[in-house]
């Protein structure tokens, strides 16, 4: 994909110390002339009412590692917001504490509030954004009453459209139109209204949609710029979950950091394949279980097992090419040399995979895919770890693993594998804890992983998601598609499916009713079509959830799922698909190695620790951001393009692309005690729009609604 280096225009405009003072009674102190621009700290104030709405934007910030603030409107004893809480000097310096405010609506407090009549004179002075996370339609937001002409309801299934100014504006990553998630017909999922702007209202509409009924559209999302304040309107409610704030959340943040803030976010997606080279066991649809895998009974039915062919591997290498995402393909060497045994000596599969082996990235998966943790007593199901004499459990030892590795690492350079040795994924993630079995990582894990120097191991995301230290390694988290292991037709996954998810009256396993955090399907899946129509779409929207949740952690499918009827790629087609529609090419997918995800997942660790403790301060003084941080952690930050950062031998360019910013890590240079960074043009203050006359700052009292129109609701919210 193509990288769009479009660059966005920020204005450049001079705050003047006396409003700076008249506006939020500082002290009335000489300062210098070049201590008249002020200093914004970059952090946000997020006023909270327990909605949805304004969690969803604190947690788009805090996946970004964007510090933030936030107020509890309910909380007994809260600060009150007043000058001295937004605002103060700096060693002469007048000091704005945020870069922007978040409020639950456009005016959360009781009539004649001072504590809004304080963040108006403060947002004035400053030029500090507000967003207005969910808000009724209503001409103090600059919109018309829903009751003239507009819409007040559902908005589930509606087909929103970014306009011309949000494509030029904070939306210029998404190519114009997407639908609102419609899961349940039963359930209202979002809420919203929909209006045009008011007449005379200086109100630019960035994401609209047709108004039910009518003709017209309305906005969903705009900026309303008034009283020298500038709001950004948002009338629909959504929770962090829901895919239709997941695609705006980046331009809200853009939008009130004015593309200047700490942290930042990419879309990724990294897919790995487990068992390249083995065969993975068959799922019985007569037994109900794998033969050949501990889910059997000893000796209960035959072994059918699944194995790739070189045309699929011809199929992988040009599905690969087309889709512009690389495949990480985890094997195991012993898999091919049992063939060979059994063969003559003939295994065209690894022959095939050993000439295309620079189409595809490889991990070593150890020699013969064993399980390195406790020694299994598979006599009887579900299998339990074998006892020393003193009750003791009885783990695989630290030769034994180390010879898995070592071995499979062999095997690999021999045949020329470009392999990257720092990285691991044991058969099963085996070695690691598995609860209830074995609740303890293996002990003689950590030690051999040190004698082959392993420094980035795999782990089930499902039942070990946070990075952890392993001996030298670091673990990286992995997420499982509900694409098994054990099927490589359509068919059979359906059975699968139907076995695990469907009730014992009908005729499933019955784990879905006890289970706490799963449901049971209302019917079975039809074996014919259930694949098609209801996996591959539910499978494609828990994985594009993923996608645009700033998640690095890979997905991980079988080598099983590329064979016979090739299963896993209706689901990776649908991702990219759905993914292409969407964003438009300045915010490509983002397709990492293992190691380099751990390395983000660490770093992303490193920074939040710091963040939590109060050890990051970075602010702006015109177009100059300065970043104080810990000395081993390296600065997180997203700039508009064309941001430089200063250092003792002259600027260099800051972070990469994306999004229409750029963004990265830095870290000062030798002499320097912090980060620098040079804007291209100092953010624009807020201004009163030409031909709208200078107001006093409102007190915000809550407007009538008009007979019959009630008030914001968000039924169906919650997540």
Same mark, same amino acid.
């Given at each position: 994909m193509k990288r769009n280096r479009a660059q966005r225009t920020i204005r450049t405009a001079v705050l003047a110390t006396s409003v700076l003072i008249l506006s939020l009674g500082l002290p009335a102190s000489p300062v210098q002339a070049d201590e008249q621009t002020p200093r914004v700290d970059l952090r946000v104030l997020i006023v909270s009412d327990g909605g949805p709405a304004t969690e969803a934007i604190a947690a788009e910030l805090d996946g970004a590692g964007t510090p933030y603030t936030v107020l509890d409107l309910g909380e007994s004893g809260r600060p009150v917001?007043?000058?001295?809480?937004?605002?103060?000097?700096?060693?002469?310096?007048?000091?704005?504490?945020?870069?922007?405010?978040?409020?639950?609506?456009?005016?959360?407090?009781?009539?004649?509030?001072?504590?809004?009549?304080?963040?108006?004179?403060?947002?004035?002075?400053?030029?500090?954004?507000?967003?207005?996370?969910?808000?009724?339609?209503?001409?103090?937001?600059?919109?018309?009453?829903?009751?003239?002409?507009?819409?007040?309801?559902p908005v589930d299934g509606i087909t929103a459209e970014i306009t011309t100014a949000g494509k030029a504006g904070p939306f210029g990553y998404l190519k114009g139109s997407f639908t609102f998630e419609d899961n349940s017909p039963s359930i209202d999922e979002s809420w919203g209204f929909l209006s045009r702007p008011r007449a005379g209202a200086d109100f630019t509409t960035y994401v609209d949609a047709p108004i039910p009924g009518r003709t017209?559209?309305?906005?969903?999302?705009?900026?309303?710029?008034?009283?020298?304040?500038?709001?950004?309107?948002?009338?629909?409610?959504?929770?962090?979950?829901?895919?239709?704030?997941?695609?705006?959340?980046?331009?809200?943040?853009?939008?009130?950091?004015?593309?200047?803030?700490?942290?930042?976010?990419?879309?990724?997606?990294?897919?790995? !394949? %487990?068992?390249?080279? &083995?065969?993975?066991?068959?799922? *019985?649809? /007569?037994? $109900?279980?794998?033969?050949g895998d501990v889910d059997c009974q000893p000796g209960q039915g035959t072994p059918?097992?699944?194995?790739?062919?070189?045309?699929?591997?011809?199929?992988? !290498? %040009?599905?690969?090419? &087309?889709?512009?995402?690389?495949? *990480?393909? /985890?094997? $195991?060497?012993?898999?091919?040399?049992?063939?060979?045994?059994?063969?003559?000596?003939?295994?065209?599969?690894?022959?095939?995979?050993?000439?295309?082996?620079?189409?595809?990235r490889w991990i070593n998966h150890t020699y013969d895919h064993p399980y390195l943790g406790c020694e299994q007593d598979i006599s009887v199901v579900p299998w339990k770890c074998t006892t020393n004499p003193d009750g003791s459990t009885r783990y695989v030892t630290q030769a034994e693993i180390s010879r898995q590795i070592a071995d499979n690492r062999q095997w690999a350079e021999q045949a020329g594998l470009p392999l990257e040795s720092s990285e691991l994924v044991t058969g099963e993630h085996s070695g690691l804890k598995l609860l209830p079995q074995q609740p303890d990582d293996n002990p003689n894990l950590a030690p051999a992983l040190a004698d082959n120097q392993v420094a980035w191991l795999g782990s089930d995301n499902s039942r070990d998601p946070v990075q952890r230290?392993?001996?030298?390694?670091?673990?990286?988290?992995?997420?499982?598609?509900?694409?098994?292991?054990?099927?490589?037709?359509?068919?059979?996954?359906?059975?699968?499916?139907?076995?695990?998810?469907?009730?014992?009256?009908?005729?499933?396993?019955?784990?879905?009713?006890?289970?706490?955090?799963?449901?049971?399907?209302?019917?079975?899946?039809?074996?014919?079509?259930?694949?098609?129509?209801?996996?591959?779409?539910?499978?494609?929207?828990?994985?594009?959830?993923?996608?645009?949740?700033?998640?690095?952690r890979p997905h991980f499918i079988h080598q099983s799922n590329l064979a016979e009827d090739r299963i896993a790629y209706p689901v990776l087609d649908r991702i990219l698909d759905q993914y292409s529609a969407l964003y438009a090419d300045n915010a490509p997918l983002v397709n990492l190695r293992m190691k380099d995800i751990g390395a983000?997942?660490?770093?992303?660790?490193?920074?939040?620790?710091?963040?939590?403790?109060?050890?990051?301060?970075?602010?702006?003084?015109?177009?100059?951001?300065?970043?104080?941080?810990?000395?081993d952690v390296a600065v997180s930050a997203t700039m508009p393009s064309g941001t430089t950062q200063v250092l003792p031998s002259g600027d260099a360019t800051f972070g990469l692309p994306y999004a229409r910013t750029v963004s990265g890590r830095v870290s000062a240079a030798a002499g320097q005690d912090s980060v620098t960074?040079?804007?291209?043009?100092?953010?624009?203050?807020?201004?009163?729009?030409?031909?709208?006359?200078?107001?006093?700052?409102?007190?915000?009292?809550?407007?009538?609604?008009?007979?019959?129109?009630?008030?914001?609701?968000?039924?169906?919210?919650?997540?």
């Open positions: 917001i007043d000058a001295a809480f937004l605002a103060d000097t700096v060693d002469g310096r007048p000091r704005a504490k945020y870069q922007a405010v978040v409020l639950p609506n456009d005016n959360p407090f009781p009539a004649g509030s001072q504590e809004m009549t304080a963040l108006a004179a403060y947002e004035k002075a400053y030029g500090i954004p507000q967003v207005d996370a969910y808000t009724y339609a209503r001409p103090q937001a600059g919109l018309e009453y829903p009751v003239n002409g507009g819409y007040a309801g017209t559209r309305g906005s969903l999302i705009g900026e309303y710029r008034h009283d020298g304040r500038r709001e950004l309107v948002v009338t629909f409610v959504a929770n962090q979950y829901q895919q239709q704030f997941r695609l705006l959340a980046r331009g809200i943040v853009d939008w009130m950091t004015q593309g200047i803030r700490l942290g930042y976010a990419r879309n990724y997606l990294s897919v790995h !394949v %487990d068992d390249v080279f &083995a065969s993975d066991d068959r799922w *019985d649809t /007569a037994l $109900n279980c794998t033969p059918h097992p699944i194995r790739m062919t070189p045309d699929d591997v011809q199929h992988a !290498v %040009d599905w690969s090419d &087309a889709r512009g995402l690389t495949l *990480d393909l /985890a094997y $195991n060497g012993g898999g091919s040399v049992e063939y060979r045994e059994d063969h003559g000596g003939a295994d065209p599969l690894a022959d095939r995979f050993v000439a295309d082996r620079t189409a595809f230290q392993v001996g030298p390694a670091l673990t990286v988290s992995r997420y499982p598609m509900n694409v098994f292991y054990n099927v490589g037709r359509a068919a059979e996954q359906v059975d699968e499916y139907n076995w695990i998810y469907t009730s014992r009256a009908q005729g499933g396993s019955g784990i879905c009713e006890d289970s706490a955090t799963t449901t049971c399907l209302d019917a079975p899946l039809d074996t014919a079509t259930g694949y098609t129509d209801y996996i591959v779409p539910l499978e494609a929207q828990i994985a594009m959830g993923h996608v645009l949740g700033n998640d690095p983000e997942l660490r770093e992303r660790a490193s920074w939040r620790k710091a963040l939590q403790a109060g050890r990051v301060t970075a602010y702006r003084i015109g177009d100059e951001v300065t970043v104080t941080a810990p000395q960074l040079s804007l291209p043009t100092a953010p624009a203050a807020a201004t009163t729009p030409r031909g709208i006359a200078p107001a006093p700052a409102r007190t915000a009292p809550r407007a009538p609604v008009p007979e019959g129109v009630a008030e914001p609701v968000a039924p169906g919210a919650e997540r």
